[in-house]
């Protein structure tokens, strides 16, 4: 929504809203170090007053973890598989797609006094997808390929590697 007086985009929260849902999550954790994780999430949210469904409210989300040691207690291998529905978008009212996610992380704890080192690979196979866009990302319609849906769905980083060096003292 945008203020008439400036043209700006406001929020404004529903009159009312719901959600109905479950979440569970299971956890390990093995003698020789292994640990692992999945959790899921469902949930149904919609307007109270419409009965339209929220927009980025993903029905099903799910996510599995697992840590691998590969020097004990010092050295670990995680991978996380994440999961998100599709969801509404808000500028077209379409959907942005559901999608998976695959991330590895190579780290060190204590591999050095205070020192930790760690190595990151998110969206491991380059997943396309897109997250739904807000009022707050419609500028200027006429620089948009499609001016009636500007940002519906923007597109989320590709394959992305990140290094992390941490010293406490």
């Known amino acids: 929504m945008t203020d008439p007086a400036d043209g700006f985009a406001v929020f404004r929260n529903l009159s009312r809203a719901q959600?109905?849902?479950?979440?569970?999550?299971l956890e390990a954790k093995f003698?020789?170090?292994?640990?692992?994780?999945a959790s899921y999430t469902f949930q149904d949210a919609w307007d109270s007053d419409t009965g339209q469904t929220l927009v980025n409210s993903p029905r099903h989300l799910a996510k599995l973890n697992l840590t691998i040691p590969?020097?004990?207690?010092?050295?670990?291998?995680?991978?996380?598989?994440?999961?998100?529905?599709?969801?509404?978008t808000l500028v077209a009212g379409n959907f942005a797609k559901s999608y998976f996610v695959t991330n590895l992380t190579l780290y060190s704890r204590d591999l050095l006094k205070n020192l930790e080192l760690s190595a990151s690979l998110y969206n491991l196979f380059d997943c396309t997808y897109g997250d739904p866009g807000g009022a707050e990302h419609i500028q200027d319609p006429a620089r948009f390929v499609d001016p009636a849906h500007p940002l519906d769905i923007i597109q989320q980083d590709g394959r992305t590697f990140r290094v992390k060096l941490t010293y406490k003292f």
């Open 70 to 88: 590969l020097l004990h207690e010092k050295v670990f291998l995680g991978i996380e598989e994440q999961f998100t529905d599709r969801r509404k």
């Open 31 to 37: 003698d020789n170090g292994l640990t692992g994780r």
């Open 19 to 25: 959600a109905d849902g479950v979440e569970t999550e």
